[in-house]
């Protein structure tokens, strides 16, 4: 997920939604008019410098075709930002438009606040179905995803070790991936020196196995909002990725939960294959300055396509509150045209949501890296619904490390990984 690599992740505070009557005070007047004087629209971000440059674009050009309308564009640091974003609606005075990520969105979708974007129907054929599931619900959309925060489905490569190792191509089977990664190991005594591969992240933990369950034709939801992890399905994506720890040795724990990403560890030449985003990619050619890697599909874990799990990335949504909600959702929908949103996913360096984007030859042109995701966003299935995403990945990593060291059998821990998380679930209800 990109905010990691920005921050610590958040935990949602449902409470917060809570307040009495904060769904259903009368609706303000959402028709600007050009009598009232200049139509004034506050948008929030949090702040990266990619995207407030590409916001400031769109805002810029917006405002050119729109003299009567002005757009105060306000940003903060993302650790705070989440929780100035609960505050403001808590408190009923939120900005007209806020950038959100897409697990935030339901939080606030299903309590009333956010303005329903006309044009559901023909919308939702547009998109992915991966990058709009957050922003979904009882078939409308309240707010635009900007891209599809896709996080399986490729893997960073370095060439040159796999030709010292003899091996021509990247592999092409799941039995493939675990045969160079065991070849590509590098170790110093008992401690490994270069990972074969690694996927152990605080994100790619959890991705990873949800998609192997997918790729099996499985299922992960059960009924009323439960996980249902007790399938063979299940049993065998688990017990395949603790083997890539336990038994096979091409990974282990030292470095989960440092400071640094997976994908920083591969770019210092710590690791052969590792498991990751695109988004990456930026940090290899402009931070460390490598040119020697590739980024390569990642086999299926079964003969069927490479279906995987995705989250709905960073959006816009407009407040349910606005005084100028229809300026609000007008913005929206400029912003969201096929043009600004190829410019917008170019310059940020993000995989679009949106199909026309993705299939824009000019978007593969400036971003040739991108390959190897957009061939299979076809595939990607919303993660789901997911009451606290922080709790939820926690829970599954945690005993993730327990089940890879021997201190829990595969079978308990998907066990106790379904207990804790659906008693989590019924709370957030």
């Not at 929780?83 to 808590?90: C, E, I, N, R």
């Not at 547009?126 to 893997?155: C, Q, R, S």
């Amino acid at each position: 997920m990109r905010i990691i690599k920005l921050c610590s992740v958040f935990a949602i505070i449902c409470t917060i939604f809570a307040i009495t009557g904060c769904a259903n005070d009368s609706k303000a007047d959402s028709s600007p008019s050009s009598s009232q004087g200049k139509v004034k629209l506050v948008f929030w971000s949090h702040q990266e410098d990619a995207f407030m440059n590409a916001y400031k674009k769109v805002i810029s050009d917006y405002e050119a075709l729109h003299p009567d309308v002005s757009i105060d564009y306000q940003t903060f640091p993302y650790d705070v930002y989440n929780q100035k974003l609960k505050a403001s609606f808590s408190a009923k005075s939120p900005p007209d438009i806020a950038e959100m990520f897409g697990t935030w969105v339901p939080e606030y979708s299903k309590n009333g606040l956010l303005a329903e974007i006309p044009g559901s129907e023909q919308l939702q054929t547009e998109y992915y179905e991966a990058p709009l599931g957050g922003y979904t619900l009882n078939g409308k959309l309240y707010g635009l995803p900007l891209e599809f925060n896709i996080e399986n489905g490729g893997m960073l490569i370095h060439p040159e070790m796999l030709k010292e190792h003899g091996i021509a191509n990247p592999p092409a089977t799941w039995d493939e991936l675990v045969a160079d990664a065991k070849l590509l190991t590098v170790r110093d005594g008992k401690r490994i020196k270069v990972k074969g591969f690694d996927f152990v992240s605080g994100d790619n933990i959890t991705f990873t196995f949800l998609s192997m369950i997918l790729q099996q034709n499985g299922k992960y939801w059960g009924e009323d909002d439960h996980v249902n992890f007790q399938t063979p399905e299940a049993q065998k994506a688990m017990s395949a990725l603790t083997d890539l720890v336990a038994n096979d040795k091409v990974a282990d724990l030292t470095t989960f939960g440092g400071e640094l990403d997976t994908s920083d560890y591969f770019f210092q030449g710590r690791s052969a294959m590792t498991y990751r985003g695109p988004w990456t990619v930026a940090a290899g050619l402009n931070t460390y300055k490598v040119k020697d890697f590739e980024y390569v599909p990642v086999p299926s874990f079964t003969t069927n396509p490479p279906s995987f799990s995705a989250e709905s990335g960073w959006g816009i949504v407009a407040s349910e509150k606005s005084k100028q909600q229809k300026a609000a959702v007008d913005f929206i929908t400029y912003m969201s045209s096929n043009d600004n949103l190829l410019a917008w996913n170019q310059s940020t360096f993000t995989v679009p949501a949106k199909k026309a984007v993705a299939e824009n030859p000019e978007f593969l042109k400036s971003n040739p890296y991108m390959k190897t995701s957009l061939d299979i966003l076809q595939l990607g299935k919303w993660i789901g619904p997911i009451a606290d995403r922080d709790f939820f990945f926690k829970t599954i990593n945690d005993h993730f490390q327990l089940m890879a060291t021997g201190q829990e059998a595969v079978e308990k821990g998907l066990q106790n990984i379904e207990k804790t998380i659906n008693e989590s679930q019924d709370q957030h209800k």
